[in-house]
């Protein structure tokens, strides 16, 4: 099983930035798959941007590829993503997943369920 745990959240003005992270507990096949969702009250978790952590290739779902960025420092173990010009929109809470993968197609199209993840940390952008 890998264990997450994410951080960094908090409250914002809009416009402002945050950087939350994710510890990953250990390298395994099960962790190259690392994925950011998000998800408010009754709405279905969305899937945000996913890091495929054997060739480092990420995505961003388009609604914020400009305005987010994904990122792994391999040596702290730790995942991050950059939230900049945040909207009230954003709001929501944070969570990490981990998952195998078998290439970074699989990682970043693929509609597989993730096993393991962290609790969540959540985000508030006040206008």
């Known amino acids: 099983q890998i264990y997450l745990e994410e951080s960094g959240g908090g409250s914002v003005q809009a416009g402002e930035s945050l950087r939350l992270s994710c510890k990953v507990s250990k390298y395994s096949y099960n962790s190259d798959c690392l994925a950011w969702f998000r998800q408010t009250p009754g709405k279905e978790r969305e899937k945000v941007a996913t890091f495929y952590r054997v060739g480092g290739s990420t995505n961003v779902v388009d609604s914020v590829r400009d305005r987010f960025a994904v990122s792994l420092d391999r040596a702290e173990k730790t995942m991050y993503l950059q939230l900049n010009v945040l909207k009230p929109e954003d709001t929501a809470t944070y969570y990490c997943?981990?998952?195998?993968?078998?290439?970074?197609?699989?990682?970043?199209?693929?509609?597989?369920?993730?096993?393991?993840w962290g609790q969540g940390t959540p985000v508030t952008v006040s206008a």
């Open positions: 997943a981990a998952r195998g993968a078998n290439s970074a197609a699989d990682c970043h199209n693929y509609p597989k369920p993730f096993p393991d």
